[in-house]
């Protein structure tokens, strides 16, 4: 698809920051697991905090087949750097979705200005793809929501200041595993604990264990006008979470095509370039079919997401596909690479260690899968 006027603006302007801004410090930032803080403020001027808020609230209000391609350019330099407004922008998205107009005027600026930056806690030690066993309990006290429970691997969670927490609320929350879930916007000022978790790969950015001790919260920071709507609310977010990570995908995939398509033409082997050799060839050749695969489907799904239609189908078959190209592509990668693809002299290494977080995050791709196979006999009815 060619960009229109406004996109190729951006895409210029992400391009540039990309080059100047991101790519020579990478490899430092990655190794010593810095957060990268001056990135993120020329994210915030850049306005990519706001990047999916409407401009009513001070947003871009890019569409999603924009943003995904922003993201994808992003991800294929570092994907770290998309971690810094990816999950920010599912909260975003839940406060602009379902938010009182009050919570909307109150907060959509900041989050779009980056003055409050963060995430979603939804995952606890002992559940992420069953969200419905949470157990962190929000108990209402007169005006305030009393929070206890732990979160695990929340992304920005120790840099940010803001959280989107999934937590059970009111009478059920003790017997009924699938009722009474509420979405609630936490400000770290309010009291929680954020303890930063050790990873093989997405270094820079932060992820952390949140605790939540008798954190008092406004009841006004409720998402939604009444409680128990939480988990279709996040989920609801997660298609553009997911599109996102199949944008992610896209990105990874191509650069390791990329690197190994000028490698393979490089390196020689019995007197001529590996990418003469047929067994090179064939793993190029399917490389190349991936990552114009996973370009179609997230297409394909951010266009229906744009167009207003419900599309996890869509979005859980980009997400599996382009997150799967992205750990092949970043496994042949390596192999392409020999030894050299073992070396931190190269990216591929940082690819190989990222690359499999894509297959985790937003929905595990076995949950993607079960997914699309409900939407496909729910559309398809006999
Ligand atoms: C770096 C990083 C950043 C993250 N950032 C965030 C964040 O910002 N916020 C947040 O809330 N979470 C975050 N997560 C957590 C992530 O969303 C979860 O790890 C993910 O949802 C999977 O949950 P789990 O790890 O508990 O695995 P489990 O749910 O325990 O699953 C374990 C395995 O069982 C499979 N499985 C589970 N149920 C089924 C089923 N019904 N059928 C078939 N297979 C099944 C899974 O696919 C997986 O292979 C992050 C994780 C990482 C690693």
């Known amino acids: 698809m060619t960009p229109n006027e406004d996109e190729a603006v951006i895409f210029d302007a992400v391009d540039q920051f990309l080059e100047r801004d991101v790519r020579p410090y990478v490899r430092a930032l990655e190794a010593a697991d810095e957060y990268p803080a001056e990135i993120a403020d020329k994210i915030a001027a850049m306005g990519l905090f706001g990047a999916t808020i409407s401009e009513d609230y001070g947003g871009l209000g890019l569409s999603a087949q924009t943003y995904s391609k922003i993201v994808e350019k992003v991800a294929a330099v570092w994907m770290s750097v998309s971690g810094l407004f990816n999950s920010h922008l599912i909260m975003c998205m839940a406060v602009e979705r379902f938010g009182s107009d009050e919570m909307k005027t109150t907060y959509l600026p900041k989050f779009a200005s980056g003055e409050l930056r963060g995430g979603i806690a939804l995952t606890e030690p002992d559940c992420g793809t069953d969200l419905q066993g949470v157990r962190t309990r929000a108990e209402m006290d007169c005006d305030v929501y009393v929070v206890n429970g732990t979160k695990m691997w929340c992304t920005n969670a120790l840099n940010g200041n803001v959280l989107a927490v999934l937590a059970k609320t009111g009478q059920t929350q003790k017997s009924v595993r699938n009722k009474g879930m509420s979405l609630l916007l936490v400000e770290k000022e309010m009291g929680y604990k954020a303890t930063k978790l050790k990873k093989l790969g997405y270094r820079g950015i932060d992820t952390a264990e949140v605790q939540f ?92 997401y744009d167009r207003g239609e419900r599309c996890d189908l869509e979005a859980g078959m980009a997400k599996l596909v382009a997150t799967e190209a992205a750990l092949d592509n970043a496994t042949e990668a390596m192999r392409i690479h020999g030894a050299y693809g073992y070396s931190p002299e190269f990216n591929i290494e940082r690819y190989y260690r990222d690359a499999p977080l894509l297959c985790i995050g937003e929905g595990t791709n076995e949950l993607q899968r079960l997914i699309i196979a409900k939407q496909l006999v729910d559309r398809n009815p006999v």
């Open 213 to 304: 001790d008798d954190v008092r919260v406004p009841v006004a920071n409720l998402i939604g006008p009444e409680e128990g709507k939480g988990l279709s609310q996040i989920l609801a977010g997660l298609e553009l979470g997911r599109i996102n990570v199949a944008a992610r995908g896209v990105g990874m995939a191509r650069v390791c095509l990329e690197e190994s398509l000028a490698y393979a033409q490089s390196r020689k082997t019995f007197g001529k370039p590996i990418s003469e050799h047929q067994t090179i060839q064939i793993k190029l050749a399917d490389m190349a079919t991936k990552v114009e695969a996973a370009r179609l489907l997230t297409e394909q799904a951010a266009a229906a």
